[in-house]
């Protein structure tokens, strides 16, 4: 791969990292940046995020097509939430499937309108729910831009994971723990052994073990924190196995399990959709 480029001052260019041998801006080209939304609640993006999206020519979102025929996007409901011009959002079908082969088919489609519009002296913004760099469909944009000579920027945010562990109101990791994060887990024995290896295990994408999730839970009794939606409409989170067994396990939840979280008999906040 040529590059990859972010940091806060200019724009890096082909074959530099961060700002060292950053060759001349073609003026003419415009930027495209990942942008970070944050979790869901408008107040957890940063001031930076809002100023780039703001002054974004073109601001892409991924979506899931749902049934009526429409498209999903919590980026887009984020979005709109934080009052940007509606003319300017464009929802980009990005099927949902395990495997990366299939579910990448639609990003050189999507990246060619991007780089036409950023050839075209455009500022393009692809809006990430959490952080655009932690499992986000913006980082094949990044590479794809990396070979094509696009600039490309990225914006850091709040990832779900850390607002979960504070709406809770517990602590991650404290003093030399390790924090494992696991996506797309193959089962619970391979959670079990994160576990088992000692700190924090968070576990992201989490609707794909979603018929053992609650019976390994039951079975090992480790502390637990299930959040959903975390800041969004519908937020719910809870520490109580009795409530996660109500649960659909939607794709936007993640589970914590930790020393930190409440003690398997104590209930902590509730909140029903
Ligand atoms: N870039 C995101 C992660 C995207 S991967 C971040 O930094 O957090 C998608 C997964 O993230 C979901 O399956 C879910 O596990 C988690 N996730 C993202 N937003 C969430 C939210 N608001 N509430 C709960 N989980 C969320």
């Known amino acids: 791969m040529g590059s990859i480029f ?13 700002n060292s041998a950053a060759p ?20 957890l993006i940063t001031l930076k995020a809002l100023r780039i ?42 099927p949902m499937f395990r495997n990366p082969e299939i579910a990448g088919k639609k ?9 036409g519009a950023c050839r075209e002296g455009k500022t393009v913004a692809v ?13 094949p944009f990044m590479q794809m831009a990396a070979r094509e000579g696009i600039m490309c920027r990225v ?22 723990d390790r924090v494992t994060v696991v996506a797309m887990a193959a089962g619970t024995e391979e959670l079990e052994r994160a576990v088992q290896a000692g700190g924090t295990v968070v576990v992201m994408k989490l609707s794909t073990i979603r018929k053992e999730l609650v019976p390994w839970l ?3 009794g480790h502390p637990f924190l299930y959040a959903e939606k975390v800041g969004m409409p519908g937020e719910f989170i809870t520490s109580d196995i009795r409530q996660l067994r109500r649960r659909s396990i939607p794709y936007f939840s993640l589970l914590i399990c ?12 509730h909140k029903e959709a």
């Open 155 to 176: 914006v850091a945010g709040v990832p779900a994971f850390l607002a979960a562990g504070a709406a809770a109101c517990i602590p991650l990791a404290l003093h030399d």
């Open 107 to 115: 990003y050189p489609e999507h990246f060619s309108a991007i780089a």
């Open 24 to 43: 001349a801006r073609d003026d003419a080209q415009g930027v495209l940046y990942g942008v970070s939304l944050g979790p869901g609640e408008p107040e």
């Open 127 to 139: 809006a990430s729910v959490g952080d655009a760099g932690f499992f986000s469909t913006f980082t």
């Open 53 to 94: 999206l703001e002054r974004s020519e073109v601001i892409c979102c991924p979506g899931t097509p749902d049934r009526m025929g429409g498209m999903a996007s919590l980026a887009l409901d984020i979005l709109r939430a934080l009052g940007l011009p509606e003319s300017r959002f464009r929802v980009m079908a990005v």
């Open 6 to 18: 972010s940091h806060s001052g200019m724009p890096a260019a082909m074959g530099a990292i961060g």
């Open 258 to 269: 930790s020393r930190h979280c409440p003690q398997p008999a104590q209930n902590i906040e």
């Open 218 to 220: 039951e079975r090992s």
